[in-house]
């Protein structure tokens, strides 16, 4: 039921898709790649096409301690990011592919990805606004996941600004797209500071209610992505006391538990691995961790996650204004092909995500936070991660 398909659709007529398969020539070496791993930015001609008519491109971002981040504007992905290791080697701590292709063919949608309109869950892709109900596209199973088959991370985002530390990435979401109401006007700001830290700024607004959730989708290795260790020897720490149950469908019961003494209870660190195979409903019903948690603060000053590799010594803290955040410890990855960068197999638990966001169906939730944006009102949030070392 939950099973993701690529939907060769993509390829109907009318889509005009070139890459410069043949030509894909060696990525650059990036300093201090000294090991087997792939700790490089891929070549930007992999990611030169026109998709939907529209430019698709790879840009790169520097600061001043040589930290870089890559991103294309094809769904607005995450593509690399290379932090220093506690040796100052560099590594790149984000999953992906090293070229446009494989993002739009392999079944893996989200590597990276802007979220929208609707980030996480809608239980049957039904809510209510105003009286009049919607049907927004359903994906997974009966429910509508991460804005539908065709959302955000399938956009080609239009590229309004880009200096060396930031990129800005517009879209407009027209009114009904993937079923949802009003014209939405997005811009993402990416921002690569010096003090290592990578800001992601989220601004839209509206001709018509509707209901937003912003994320980014970045899979997260602290050990290296190409890195053969998986996620579960990271330490996390996630500063909530409480998180949001699901039914077997993984849509929120509407409770909102604490999490003190259990398995979900992150609020001192502990190794992801403790506790994921212990005897608990909730992880059987996300085969491992993919839970929303309530955080206690969400001001973009306040921490709200601290994850650390004791391999790399690489520690990323998250920073949001959003109540919540979405632990997913990267069940679904199969590692059924060599595809990755370096061509390796991502497999199973082999990264996890940390999706800022406000609760799943929250549409349908008037417990939870609202997700409506209205005319006239801006949506406005923001999420940092920071790296450091240990
Ligand atoms: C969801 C998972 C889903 C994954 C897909 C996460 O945000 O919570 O259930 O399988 O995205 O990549």
């Not at 410069?20 to 300093?31: D, E, G, M, R, W």
């Not at 560099?90 to 992906?96: A, E, K, N, Q, T």
């Not at 149950?245 to 979900?264: H, N, Q, R, Y």
């Not at 491992?288 to 790399?312: E, I």
């Amino acid at each position: 039921m939950r099973k993701k398909f690529f939907n060769g659709a993509l390829f109907a007529a009318g889509i005009f898709f070139t890459v410069a398969c043949n030509n894909v020539s060696k990525p650059k070496q990036t300093s201090g790649a000294a090991d087997s791993l792939q700790n490089t930015i891929p070549d930007s001609v992999s990611f030169d096409a026109k998709v939907d008519n529209k430019q698709v491109k790879l840009y790169t971002l520097k600061n001043k301690n040589d930290v870089e981040v890559a991103i294309t504007n094809y769904g607005g992905r995450l593509v690399s990011l290379l932090v220093p290791d506690r040796k100052g080697k560099l590594v790149d701590v984000i999953l992906g592919y090293e070229n446009l292709k494989n993002y739009r063919e392999l079944k893996e949608n989200y590597f990276g990805a802007l979220i929208g309109r609707y980030g996480n869950r809608i239980a049957n892709g039904k809510f209510t606004l105003d009286g009049t109900p919607y049907q927004v596209d359903v994906n997974d199973g009966p429910n509508s996941l991460h804005g539908g088959s065709n959302g955000f991370f399938k956009q080609v985002w239009d590229v309004t600004k880009v200096t060396g530390q930031t990129l800005e990435l517009s879209y407009l979401s027209k009114d009904g797209e993937e079923g949802y109401p009003g014209n939405l006007k997005i811009i993402v700001t990416y921002t690569l500071k010096d003090d290592n830290s990578l800001e992601i700024a989220y601004h839209a607004t509206t001709d018509k209610a509707t209901v937003i959730n912003l994320t980014n989708h970045a899979y997260f290795n602290l050990n290296g992505a190409s890195s053969p260790d998986g996620i579960t020897n990271h330490l996390l720490q996630i500063n909530a006391d409480a998180y949001t149950p699901v039914d077997s469908l993984l849509i929120p019961t509407g409770k909102i538990e604490t999490v003190k003494g259990g398995a979900f209870d992150f609020t001192t660190a502990k190794a992801i691995g403790k506790d994921i195979g212990a005897k608990d409903q909730q992880l059987a019903y996300g085969k491992g961790y993919d839970h929303n948690f309530v955080l206690n603060k969400h001001r973009n000053d306040k921490v709200v996650v601290t994850l650390s590799s004791p391999v790399t010594g690489i520690q990323m803290q998250v920073f949001t204004t959003e109540p919540g955040i979405q632990f997913y410890s990267g069940n679904f990855l199969k590692g059924d092909d060599k595809n990755g960068k370096g061509g390796v197999a991502y497999k199973y638990r082999s990264a996890l995500c940390l999706e800022t966001q406000h609760f799943p169906d929250s549409p349908n939730q008037p417990g939870f936070p609202s997700t409506v944006l209205t005319p006239g009102k801006a949506y406005n949030t923001v999420t940092t991660y920071s790296f450091t070392t240990k």
